[in-house]
C-alpha cells in the first residue's frame, strides 16, 4: 500500500471519547457475559458431583436456588456486575462456593496490584477515588479514604504474619540474597531492603524474608538470619549466592556456617569493569565471559590467569576486585551443571525488584518503616506467583544428600563419559 491512497481520518475528539466509552462498555458485557457462563458450568458441575436422593426418599438433595445478591467487583476494565449462584442443600452440609469470584471478593487481581504500586508513587489515600474514578467510574466506593486505609492496614498484617510465619517444615537448598536500595525514600535515608529469596527441596522458588537494614551492615543482616533460624529452620542452604557485601557473608559464616558461598557474577562484573577504561570494558567483558562460562573449574581459573596477566600491571585495582574473591566465584562447579544458570548470580532478585525499582522511581516522598516494606511485601508477593520451578529440580535430592559433584557431574556420571570417549 502506498502513501497516495492511504486516506487519513481525524475523528473529533468528543467523537474519539465516545467510541472509547462504548468499546469500554462492550468489553465490560463481554466479561459479565463470560462469568456468567463460567459460573453457570461451574455450578452446574459442582451439582453432578455431588448429588443425590434424600434418604426414604426419590427428591434430589441439591437443588438450584436463585442467585445471591448481585455486586460488583472492580476489575481493569471497570465494575463487573455480577450475581453468584446459589444451591441449596437439604441436608444442609455443603454449599457452593465459586472459584472464580470467592465470597466477599471485590476487586480482581489487577487491581490489587495497582494499588500499593499508586501508593508508592505517592498518592495518599484521600486521592484514589479521583485518581482511578475515569477506569472504575464515579461511584468507586471501593476506593474511599476508608476503604483504602483498611486495606493498608490489612497488608501491614498480612505482611507482619508472613514475617513471623512457621519455617520448620521448610527445606532451602539454594539461596540468593541482596540489599536493594529503592528510589522511593525511607525515613532513614541510610537504610535499604534486606532481601533473601530460596529454592525448597521441590524446585520451588519462595520469598524467605523481606526486612529493612542500615546498609546491608553485619549486624542487620545477623538479626534477619537469626529471626529465620528462631522460626524454625532445621537445614542450611547448601549454597548462598550474594554480592560482595560483607556483611551478608560475616552474618552467614555465624548464623549458617556449613552454607557454600557464591559470589555473584553480575556484580562482580559490574565491579571489576568500573576499574577499567570505557575503552577497554568491551574486551575484559569478553575476558570475565570466559571465565564463568568455562565448562570446568580448571578453564575457568586459566581464564582468570589470562585477565590477570593482560591487566595486572596497568590496572592491578580490577584485577585485586576479580582475584580476592576467586575461591567464592568459581563454588558453583560443586553443583550440578544444570543449576549454574539459576546460582551464578542474584539474578531471580534483581529481575523482581527491576520492576519494584521502576514503579517506585519517581516517587518523592519519604516513606514509613513499615509503609514501603508492605508495599514491597505486596509487589513481590505478587511476582512470586508467576515465579517457576528451577531447571533440573530433580536434582536436588543429589545435592541435599551431599553427593559430590565435579565440574557439575557426579563421579558415575564423569566415568560414564570416559568410558564413552574411549568406546568412541
Same mark, same amino acid.
Given at each position: 500500500? /502506498?502513501?497516495?491512497?492511504?486516506?487519513?481520518?481525524?475523528?473529533?475528539? =468528543?467523537?474519539?471519547?465516545?467510541?472509547?466509552?462504548?468499546?469500554?462498555?462492550?468489553?465490560?458485557?463481554?466479561?459479565?457475559?463470560?462469568?456468567?457462563?463460567?459460573?453457570?458450568?461451574?455450578? $452446574?458441575?459442582?451439582?453432578?458431583?455431588?448429588?443425590?436422593?434424600?434418604?426414604?426418599?426419590?427428591?434430589?438433595?441439591?437443588?438450584?436456588?436463585?442467585?445471591?445478591?448481585?455486586?460488583?467487583?472492580?476489575?481493569?476494565?471497570?465494575?463487573?456486575?455480577?450475581?453468584?449462584?446459589?444451591?441449596?442443600?437439604?441436608?444442609?452440609?455443603?454449599?457452593?462456593? =465459586? *472459584?472464580?469470584?470467592?465470597?466477599?471478593?471485590?476487586?480482581?487481581? *489487577?487491581?490489587?496490584?495497582?494499588?500499593?504500586?499508586?501508593?508508592? $508513587?505517592?498518592?495518599?489515600?484521600?486521592?484514589?477515588?479521583?485518581?482511578? *474514578?475515569?477506569?472504575?467510574?464515579?461511584?468507586?466506593?471501593?476506593?474511599?479514604?476508608?476503604?483504602?486505609?483498611?486495606?493498608?492496614?490489612?497488608?501491614?498484617?498480612?505482611?507482619?504474619?508472613?514475617?513471623?510465619?512457621?519455617?520448620?517444615? &521448610?527445606?532451602?537448598?539454594?539461596?540468593?540474597? #541482596?540489599?536493594?536500595?529503592?528510589?522511593?525514600?525511607?525515613?532513614?535515608? =541510610?537504610?535499604?531492603?534486606?532481601?533473601?529469596?530460596?529454592? /525448597?527441596?521441590?524446585?520451588?522458588?519462595?520469598?524467605?524474608?523481606?526486612?529493612?537494614?542500615?546498609?546491608?551492615?553485619?549486624?542487620?543482616?545477623?538479626?534477619?538470619?537469626?529471626?529465620?533460624? %528462631?522460626?524454625?529452620? $532445621?537445614?542450611?542452604?547448601?549454597?548462598?549466592?550474594?554480592?560482595?557485601?560483607?556483611?551478608?557473608?560475616?552474618?552467614? =559464616?555465624?548464623?549458617?556456617? #556449613?552454607?557454600?558461598?557464591?559470589?555473584?557474577?553480575?556484580?562482580?562484573?559490574?565491579?571489576?569493569?568500573?576499574?577499567?577504561?570505557?575503552?577497554?570494558?568491551?574486551?575484559?567483558?569478553?575476558?570475565?565471559?570466559?571465565?564463568?562460562?568455562?565448562?570446568?573449574?580448571?578453564?575457568?581459573?586459566?581464564?582468570?590467569?589470562?585477565?590477570?596477566? /593482560?591487566? &595486572?600491571?596497568?590496572?592491578?585495582?580490577?584485577?585485586?576486585?576479580?582475584?580476592?574473591?576467586?575461591?567464592?566465584?568459581?563454588?558453583?562447579?560443586?553443583?550440578?551443571?544444570?543449576?549454574?544458570?539459576?546460582?551464578? /548470580?542474584?539474578?531471580?532478585?534483581?529481575?523482581?525488584?527491576?520492576?519494584?525499582?521502576?514503579?517506585? &522511581?519517581? %516517587?518523592?516522598?519519604?516513606?514509613?518503616?513499615?509503609?514501603?516494606?508492605?508495599?514491597?511485601?505486596?509487589?513481590?508477593?505478587?511476582?512470586? *506467583?508467576?515465579?517457576?520451578?528451577?531447571?533440573?529440580?530433580?536434582?536436588?535430592?543429589?545435592?541435599?544428600?551431599?553427593?559430590?559433584?565435579?565440574?557439575?557431574?557426579?563421579?558415575?556420571?564423569? $566415568?560414564?563419559?570416559?568410558?564413552?570417549?574411549?568406546?568412541?
Amino acid at each position: 500500500m /502506498t502513501k497516495d491512497n492511504v486516506i487519513a481520518f481525524n475523528m473529533p475528539a =468528543s467523537a474519539s471519547e465516545s467510541l472509547a466509552d462504548s468499546l469500554t462498555a462492550i468489553a465490560r458485557q463481554g466479561a459479565q457475559q463470560m462469568l456468567a457462563m463460567a459460573m453457570e458450568i461451574e455450578v $452446574k458441575a459442582f451439582i453432578e458431583q455431588n448429588q443425590g436422593t434424600m434418604p426414604n426418599s426419590n427428591h434430589n438433595r441439591l437443588i438450584r436456588n436463585g442467585y445471591l445478591p448481585e455486586r460488583a467487583v472492580q476489575t481493569g476494565i471497570g465494575n463487573i456486575p455480577i450475581k453468584i449462584p446459589r444451591v441449596r442443600d437439604k441436608n444442609g452440609e455443603l454449599k457452593f462456593i =465459586s *472459584s472464580l469470584i470467592p465470597p466477599y471478593l471485590k476487586r480482581s487481581v *489487577s487491581v490489587e496490584r495497582l494499588l500499593p504500586l499508586l501508593y508508592l $508513587k505517592g498518592i495518599s489515600t484521600g486521592d484514589f477515588q479521583e485518581a482511578l *474514578s475515569p477506569l472504575f467510574g464515579e461511584k468507586a466506593k471501593n476506593l474511599s479514604p476508608g476503604v483504602i486505609s483498611r486495606l493498608k492496614a490489612d497488608w501491614e498484617n498480612d505482611y507482619k504474619a508472613w514475617s513471623h510465619r512457621d519455617l520448620s517444615s &521448610k527445606n532451602y537448598v539454594y539461596w540468593w540474597a #541482596d540489599g536493594i536500595y529503592l528510589n522511593a525514600r525511607m525515613e532513614d535515608a =541510610s537504610s535499604c531492603v534486606l532481601v533473601i529469596m530460596g529454592v /525448597t527441596d521441590n524446585g520451588t522458588k519462595e520469598l524467605i524474608a523481606i526486612e529493612d537494614g542500615l546498609r546491608e551492615s553485619k549486624e542487620s543482616w545477623r538479626n534477619l538470619l537469626l529471626s529465620i533460624k %528462631s522460626r524454625g529452620l $532445621k537445614f542450611s542452604p547448601k549454597l548462598a549466592t550474594g554480592d560482595g557485601a560483607l556483611g551478608f557473608w560475616a552474618a552467614l =559464616s555465624e548464623v549458617f556456617p #556449613d552454607t557454600i558461598q557464591q559470589r555473584c557474577w553480575f556484580h562482580k562484573m559490574g565491579n571489576v569493569l568500573n576499574n577499567l577504561p570505557k575503552s577497554l570494558r568491551a574486551q575484559a567483558k569478553a575476558k570475565l565471559h570466559d571465565i564463568w562460562m568455562a565448562e570446568s573449574k580448571a578453564k575457568a581459573i586459566k581464564a582468570m590467569e589470562l585477565f590477570t596477566a /593482560t591487566y &595486572k600491571d596497568k590496572y592491578p585495582k580490577a584485577v585485586e576486585c576479580l582475584i580476592k574473591d576467586s575461591d567464592e566465584l568459581l563454588s558453583f562447579y560443586d553443583f550440578p551443571a544444570i543449576h549454574w544458570q539459576h546460582i551464578r /548470580t542474584t539474578n531471580p532478585i534483581e529481575s523482581t525488584f527491576a520492576t519494584v525499582r521502576h514503579r517506585t &522511581k519517581r %516517587s518523592k516522598g519519604a516513606f514509613s518503616r513499615t509503609t514501603i516494606l508492605t508495599m514491597v511485601f505486596k509487589l513481590c508477593q505478587d511476582a512470586e *506467583s508467576a515465579w517457576t520451578r528451577i531447571r533440573g529440580f530433580e536434582r536436588l535430592a543429589e545435592v541435599i544428600k551431599g553427593v559430590k559433584f565435579t565440574n557439575g557431574l557426579t563421579d558415575s556420571e564423569i $566415568k560414564k563419559l570416559e568410558v564413552d570417549r574411549n568406546a568412541a
